[in-house]
């Protein structure tokens, strides 16, 4: 059985800038007031990384643009988006100069993601992502937006002699770092604002347990190349697997594949990057193409892949992706491109993992000093500023072995056991619905504070209405640090027909519970009579949509004796007996 491990970070050990954990002073997140899920993502990552230091704000700006919200849009529409971008950012500089200039720019879901300039993409084309072209803004490379094609990035860091040290200076380098926050949903959005923060701790003791995994595709190596070497992407992922070996102290393990398999299932993942089947072989494998792994907080992928945050269908959608796929999965940050990237316009793997890893610089940084050409295809999705700090520990983590949910009528019961545990305070469950936005607290489950031995916990709970609910849990340290474990999703099915069953408990004092199952929307009616035939009480009295329902019965001001409870919904009618004892 695969074992997923939670984090917690040790009190007084994480690094932080003398402003505090969450400084974030030189970002702006783009906010477009005509999407409900820009406005919403938007207002959640300001929230989550406000910070004050002295009376002073140090969390992210706010950029508000009125935009178009379609995926793609015009030159036209761009320049529009731009031009407000700009107003915005040269706003914040001159009334708030003590955060002494923007320096990042974060889009949202919710805005658009890709500007179309022509009908049929070239390699010199015109088109781009909205990312890439806004990181040109109000510098010295500004002509360059719309124009034919990329250029040399003036921050790109991936050649022979290194200077992976060197600091991002929008000043310097007279471009922006632009990242973008988008998922599947806004929730997808939400986890990974909370797992990918500045410093987020990485903690391994004498053996690894963090996995770099590094996933080949030979079939380019022969097919598509003449004289028989190495194509180029996996030549990239080769160099990095070497020179990851040598750096990394036994913070974490290399995986590394030249075979033809495409890695499925990796535990622990702290950096993938896959040419995989997804490209070569997404007719046949599409949904299984899913890397299925587990992730760590921090976490970071590269896939080689265009993106417009799409998953894999069949048949396979020009600019398909594992993007969203992997936020889903858990991943924090990603890197992708809008339209096909060929081998000009993607990153320099080693530059990316070894800045990310071993450097300890952001996200957003290490992806732009590794990636070639500027303006042209390149998404970033996650926090620009996340950062990872390895921890040596002799503290075992909280070892989660297994979290499973099942299904019985409407009560679901979730079930998870624990390896070992250090300094567990407890679980919050947490729980959405179906396309619901955010999480909900359900229930607390405490834990065994440190020990050696396996631990079994469960929760169950009812649901009334059918459809698709998702489960996570929230594990607590006992000083305040917490890690989410993977999410599971169970299904509550809709009732086949109308059924009332018997009350619980009968006979009963004073109260009872009546459960009953609508099959279609009906007005139903729930009335309790005497054995003389007169109505004592209207429970339900209204239009129910298919479901699953219970109603509580008081009969504190009735008398001992036996009662008749009548469900009425369309055209049916049930009637069961009860008895009241006292």
Request: proline share 4%.
């Amino acid at each position: 059985m695969k074992k997923l491990f939670l984090f917690f970070a040790l009190a007084g050990v994480v690094a932080t800038s003398s402003f505090g954990y969450d400084w974030y002073p030189s970002v702006a997140v783009i906010r477009n007031v005509r999407s409900v899920q820009s406005r919403t993502i938007a207002d959640y990552y300001v929230s989550a990384r406000f910070d004050t230091v002295d009376g002073i704000v140090v969390g992210p700006a706010v950029i508000t643009v009125d935009c178009d919200t379609s995926e793609e849009i015009s030159s036209a529409e761009f320049n529009k988006l731009r031009t407000q971008v700009e107003e915005g950012v040269l706003r914040i500089e001159a009334e708030e100069p003590w955060r002494g200039g923007m320096e990042y720019l974060v889009t949202t879901k919710g805005t658009p993601l890709k500007v179309s300039r022509s009908e049929h993409f070239r390699l010199n084309d015109a088109s781009a992502s909205v990312e890439s072209e806004l990181s040109l803004i109000l510098g010295p490379y500004s002509e360059k937006i719309g124009g034919d094609g990329y250029f040399r990035n003036p921050f790109y860091q991936g050649g022979i002699k290194w200077t992976l040290w060197q600091q991002f200076s929008r000043a310097r380098y007279g471009v922006f770092i632009v990242t973008r926050l988008d998922g599947y949903t806004i929730g997808d959005v939400f986890a990974i604002i909370d797992n990918g923060k500045r410093y987020t701790p990485v903690i391994y003791s004498d053996s690894p347990i963090a996995s770099v995994v590094l996933d080949e595709n030979p079939d380019y190596n022969q097919s598509t190349w003449e004289g028989g070497y190495k194509f180029p992407l996996n030549q990239s992922i080769s160099d990095a697997a070497d020179s990851l070996a040598k750096f990394s102290e036994g913070q974490y393990r290399v995986v590394h594949d030249e075979t033809e398999e495409y890695l499925v299932g990796e535990r622990d993942v702290l950096a993938y990057v896959s040419f995989g089947s997804n490209d070569l072989h997404s007719l046949e494998v599409t949904e299984n193409s899913k890397p299925r792994n587990t992730w760590l907080p921090g976490s970071i992928a590269e896939t080689f892949v265009s993106t417009s945050a799409r998953t894999f269908s069949s048949p396979p959608i020009y600019g398909q992706s594992l993007i969203a796929d992997l936020v889903k999965e858990g991943a924090c940050g990603a890197n992708g491109y809008v339209y096909e990237p060929f081998g000009l316009g993607v990153i320099n793997v080693k530059a990316f993992l070894i800045s990310y890893l071993y450097v300890g610089n952001g996200f957003g940084e290490s992806v732009l000093m590794a990636t070639p050409q500027s303006s042209w295809m390149s998404v970033v999705v996650g926090d620009p500023l996340m950062s990872i700090r390895f921890i040596r520990s002799s503290v075992t983590p909280v070892e989660l072995a297994s979290f499973d949910a099942r299904v019985i009528e409407n009560r679901i019961y979730l079930q998870w056991t624990t390896e070992s545990e250090s300094n567990n305070l407890g679980f919050e469950v947490e729980m959405k619905r179906g396309e619901e936005q955010l999480w909900q607290k359900v229930a607390f489950v405490k834990g065994a504070g440190t020990t050696n031995e396996p631990r079994s916990y469960s929760y169950s709970e009812e649901h009334d209405r059918p459809g698709d609910i998702e489960y996570r849990l929230k594990q607590i340290d006992t000083n305040g640090d917490f890690a989410w474990s993977k999410v599971i999703q169970v299904t509550v099915s809709a009732p086949q027909e109308f059924v009332l069953e018997q009350n619980y408990p009968n006979p009963f004092n004073p109260t009872t519970t009546i459960n009953y199952n609508v099959a279609r929307q009906a007005r139903v009616k729930l009335v309790v009579y005497n054995v003389l035939g007169r109505e004592v009480a209207t429970l339900v009295d209204d239009v129910k949509s298919v479901g699953n329902y219970s109603v509580r019965f008081d009969a504190a001001n009735l008398g001992t004796g036996t009662y008749v409870y009548r469900l009425s919904a369309g055209d049916q009618a049930f009637t069961k007996k009860m008895m009241l004892l006292k």
